[in-house]
């Protein structure tokens, strides 16, 4: 069964830092994986989408890696704004050609606070 | 600027009665998701309907929870008899799954529920 970690669960850095979330998963057989925003009593907001097939995708300030063989993926923020306080999700669907292939297991993410 | 909807944003019941919760897919999305935010479990995939289709439930409590999808503009999830365990925010999500896989999910702004 496939699990997803994220490593701090919260994080507090000064504005204009630059700072790195991490997320690992346990099933390397994934067929992309998604990064998400969720501010404080709202839905979740896709950020960056990595196919299994690249290694980096890139978003404005917002960059995300994917080492699949390793099970890792790293959000990187440059710059931070206390408009990045959120908390970030990362999730990953089961590579896999049956039903239910799209499901997506997410991390239970990391809360970050920008302070001014 | 097309979203996702959910209706009630918050409801509070007591134990026993039956609750319902609307979404209203984008217009176009052929998949529909229901997740269940909890504290302790994080965002757990309860139900996922594909063309209208329910293609995997497999995380939903089958005994009091069912999830359908009466027409391409609505998707229900239905909680009968409730009980507060149950209490959680339920997103659900929508999202368009082209030949070579899903790609990004929308998801709406949540139903907040409390059984007392």
């Known amino acids: 069964k496939q699990e997803v970690t994220q490593i701090p669960a919260a994080l507090s850095v000064p504005e204009g830092e630059n700072l790195v979330l991490n997320c690992s998963f346990t099933?390397?057989?994934?067929?992309?994986l998604q990064w998400f925003r969720q501010d404080p009593g709202k839905g979740l907001t896709s950020l960056l989408l990595?196919?299994?097939?690249?290694r980096e995708q890139t978003s404005g300030r917002l960059n995300a890696s994917l080492d699949k063989s390793s099970g890792r993926s790293t959000l990187y923020i440059a710059a931070s704004q206390p408009g990045d306080s959120a908390t970030y999700l990362c999730?990953?669907?089961?590579?896999?050609?049956?039903?239910?292939?799209?499901?997506?297991?997410f991390g239970k993410g990391t809360k970050l606070s920008v302070i001014p | 600027d097309a979203r996702v909807t959910q209706t009630p944003r918050h409801k509070v019941t007591e134990m026993g009665q039956e609750v319902t919760m609307r979404c209203q897919p984008i217009?176009?999305?052929?998949?529909v998701f229901w997740y269940r935010q909890t504290m302790m479990q994080g965002l757990e995939l309860l139900a996922y309907?594909?063309?209208?289709?329910?293609?995997?439930d497999s995380g939903m409590p089958k005994d009091r929870f069912s999830a359908e999808m009466p027409d391409a503009t609505l998707a229900t999830l239905k909680i009968q008899p409730s009980e507060p365990r149950d209490s959680a925010v339920y997103f659900c999500?929508?999202?368009?799954?082209?030949?070579?896989?899903?790609?990004?999910?929308?998801f709406g702004p949540g139903t907040r529920l409390l059984v007392l």
């Open positions: 999500a929508s999202g368009w799954e082209p030949d070579r896989g899903i790609e990004t999910q929308y």
């Open positions: 099933d390397s057989a994934i067929y992309n």
């Open positions: 990595i196919q299994s097939s690249q």
């Open positions: 999730a990953v669907p089961k590579e896999d050609s049956g039903a239910g292939s799209y499901q997506l297991t």
């Open positions: 217009l176009g999305h052929n998949t």
């Open positions: 309907f594909r063309n209208r289709a329910p293609l995997d």
